[in-house]
């Protein structure tokens, strides 16, 4: 089979589990609805420079990821498909990258296996049917790292590579810049701290030579002035300055609601990457390729292993998708062990299975027992005594039918047909049925309970301000922080300017009704105000209406 069959097999699969049903779910508080209603708010400000969030200016990310859902807004409408596609598009991309790296570096084989390992692992996946920025992001990096080592060998003849220094150099500064430009300076400061420790590992010999890294620097440098240049102009150095600020805060606190205990992201790479997970495990030691390159590329991967992993360790602010870049040297370090057994260089030994025995099987234990507690749902409501909005939120009426469960089934059918594969040495159908089975877990879990967790979460709000589109008042929320009261009532800019001053929406000389969210333990913070009427709550939201003064 060629290449280019292969390319387009892999595109035609990832197109089957990434582009359907990516509406099928509300948009999640707080960074999916967040960032598309960025986007949304481009559209309706049609000003495609500066970032906006209820109309106000926007300075803690980048445009990059903004413009790509715009794109997708613009072709398919404002909604949840549109702010998730440009991520399934990067899952379709990333797919065929990994295949031909791996190709290149070791074989066909190895291309398909990091390819299938990134596919069939749960956050990998799952990442590639959001709305968040990461997976653009992280891909932006991995190339620049790519084509930065590739850079390194052409200099040192570590293998033989066609393409010119400067091409090379060039290539991983523009993909360097384009993930600044999608998330900010960490898109600089990732590959700069594994560029350091390879210098440190060199016993601080210079590899790559001061000008070669300030020509790539100055590349890099250029591609965010595309956006950043055009942006001080037109509106001043507020932006760079208060971004500064920004990332500097959000290194050193925790952002609010995004703390978390010091061994957080390993837990999150352990369970959230499985299967892939456990095999990477054994790529870390004892595994040294048969060619000089592979091995110096396996050293870079452990590298940004290490340096995403412990980077986001210190950082204070504790949330599930940054350390996602790891995904990357993660799923190649799996795929190098899934290709030492399949050549029986290394034996499927007791750890192996017993890892992916045991996170299996609290996959298949957590979707078996999840509808039985939907079922009897008083049973737990207990645990929550003390907390009036979960009480609440299990108030909420959902259809639990019984066949949720076939996700567990699936998972816990797919460890036996994997344990009998690798006891009868079919290792390659085995390796197939584990990740195939992985993908296919992943999408019955978001069908069978994502719409049903929603419904207990976040739902009653987002319904109540659906109704709100098309009508002119204000909407706001009161004693937590949502996104959901901006892009769901699909507000349009205001007239007044007064809009973003609580205390004259709730006791001042208003032009339009305000429509006020709260949640159960907050409604007594409203109840006071004598000229604001309670008009209705669900599972654990509140709703208020101010009307304006009679004039």
Same mark, same amino acid.
């Given at each position: 089979?060629? &290449? ?19 509406? $099928?779910?509300?948009?999640? @508080? ?12 481009? %559209? ?35 909604g949840e498909y549109a702010a998730r596609l440009p991520n399934a598009i990067a899952g379709m991309v990333s797919l065929v990258v990994l295949f031909l790296i791996g190709n290149r570096?070791?074989?066909?084989? *190895?291309? #398909? ?6 596919? +069939? ?10 709305? %968040? %920025?990461?997976?653009?992001? &992280? ?18 003849? %570590? ?24 998330k900010g300076p960490v898109g600089y400061l990732i590959p700069l701290l594994a560029w350091g420790v390879y210098w440190i590992m060199k016993k601080f010999r210079f590899y790559v030579?001061?000008?070669? *890294? ?20 037109? &509106? ?22 995004? $703390?978390?205990?010091? +061994? ?66 993660? =799923?190649?370090?799996?795929? #190098? ?13 007791? +750890? ?23 079922? &009897? ?41 994997? $344990? ?28 069978? *309970? ?5 419904m207990y979460s976040q739902h009653a709000a987002i319904e109540f301000c659906e109704n709100l589109q098309g009508k002119d008042c204000y909407v706001i929320t009161s004693g937590y ?18 809009? =973003? ?6 006791? $001042? ?12 333990? /907050? ?7 004598? @000229?604001?009427? /309670? ?17």
């Open positions: 089979m060629q &290449n280019r069959t292969i390319i387009l097999l892999i595109l035609g699969v990832a197109a089957l589990f990434f582009l359907p049903f990516l509406g $099928g779910v509300h948009l999640f @508080d707080w960074d999916e609805i967040n960032f598309a209603e960025i986007s949304r708010e481009m %559209i309706v400000l049609e000003d495609y420079l500066r970032l906006h969030i209820n109309f106000q200016p926007f300075w803690e990310k980048p445009p990059l990821f903004f413009w790509l859902q715009v794109l997708a807004m613009k072709a398919f409408g404002i570096l070791f074989n066909r084989r *190895f291309g #398909l296996l990091w390819a299938l390992a990134y596919f +069939g692992s749960v956050l990998p996946h799952l990442y590639f049917k959001s709305g %968040i %920025i990461d997976p653009w992001f &992280n891909l932006f990096i991995f190339l620049g790292m790519y084509f930065f080592i590739l850079f390194y060998w052409r200099r040192k003849e %570590i293998t033989q590579v066609k393409e010119h220094k400067g091409l090379l150099l060039f290539l991983s500064g523009v993909f360097i810049g384009l993930a600044i430009l999608t030579s001061i000008p070669q *890294f300030v020509i790539l620097t100055l590349v890099a440098i250029g591609i965010t002035l595309f956006w950043f240049g055009p942006e001080t102009i037109k &509106n001043g150095t507020w932006f760079v300055e208060t971004f500064t600020t920004y990332q500097i805060r959000l290194f050193s606190t925790q952002d609010a609601g995004h $703390g978390g205990f010091p +061994g957080y992201h390993f837990v999150v790479l352990l369970l959230g990457c499985f299967p892939a997970s456990v095999f990477a495990i054994r790529g870390f030691y004892k595994m040294k390729p048969d060619m000089a390159h592979q091995q110096n590329f396996r050293t870079w991967m452990i590298i940004l292993f290490w340096v995403v992993l412990i980077l986001f360790t210190i950082v204070q602010s504790k949330i599930v998708h940054y350390s996602s870049l790891a995904y990357f040297p993660l =799923t190649f370090l799996a795929a #190098l062990t899934l290709d030492r057994l399949i050549d029986k260089k290394i034996a499927f030994g007791v +750890g192996l299975k017993a890892g992916l025995f045991v996170i299996g099987s609290l996959y298949g234990l957590i979707t078996l027992v999840l509808p039985f507690i939907g079922r &009897n749902i008083e049973a737990i409501k207990p645990l929550f005594s003390n907390d009036p909005f979960a009480m609440a939120n299990l108030e909420a009426h959902v259809n639990w039918t019984g066949w949720e469960a076939l996700p567990g089934v699936l998972i816990s059918g797919t460890l036996i047909w994997f $344990g009998y594969f690798v006891k009868k040495d079919k290792i390659v159908r085995g390796i197939t049925v584990l990740f195939v089975s992985t993908a296919i877990f992943v999408n019955l879990t978001l069908i069978f *309970f994502i719409a049903r967790i929603e922080k949502s996104y959901v009261q901006y892009f769901y009532p699909r507000i349009q800019p205001y007239e007044n300017n007064k809009y =973003t001053e609580k205390k004259w929406l709730l006791t $001042g000389d208003i032009d339009k009704e305000v429509y006020i969210l709260t949640k159960v333990h /907050r409604a007594h913070e409203l109840d006071k105000y004598k @000229d604001i009427e /309670r008009i209705g709550s669900r599972n654990g939201f509140v709703f208020f209406r101010r009307n304006p003064p009679s004039r």
